[in-house]
């Protein structure tokens, strides 16, 4: 099993930045991809970027150019570095990881863009 735990969540103002990190355990050997997803009060879960084990990057068109993924080759840590931040960032961001065809997720860590 795989367990991931989130850090870095706070409350920032418009344009600022924040860095989230995700911290893995366990039998990580068999992660293959590593991302983030948010959760906005009222609305589904959605994805905003992963990498894959081959370092390729995918992001949601709403945070492409502010946000960058990034994942150390342990495999054991995903950051993800938010810039330009916007009130429409404000969210629980959660840690996933795609384990043996299994989806894992961290406990979450608010964000919360103030404008």
């Known amino acids: 099993q795989v367990r991931l735990v989130e850090s870095g969540g706070g409350l920032v103002q418009a344009g600022g930045s924040l860095r989230l990190s995700c911290a893995a355990s366990?039998?990580?050997?068999?992660?293959?991809?590593m991302a983030w997803y948010r959760q906005a009060p009222g609305k589904q879960r959605e994805f905003v970027a992963d990498?894959?084990?081959?370092?390729?990057?995918n992001y949601a068109d709403s945070v492409k150019g502010r946000f960058t993924i990034s994942a150390n080759n342990a495999k054991n840590m995903v950051s993800l570095q938010m810039n330009s931040l916007k009130p429409d960032d404000t969210a629980v961001y959660y840690c996933?990881?795609?384990?043996?065809?299994?989806?894992?997720w961290g406990q979450g860590t608010q964000v919360t863009v103030s404008s």
């Open positions: 996933n990881v795609l384990w043996i065809g299994h989806n894992i």
């Open positions: 366990g039998n990580i050997a068999n992660i293959n991809s």
């Open positions: 990498i894959t084990t081959n370092r390729g990057t």
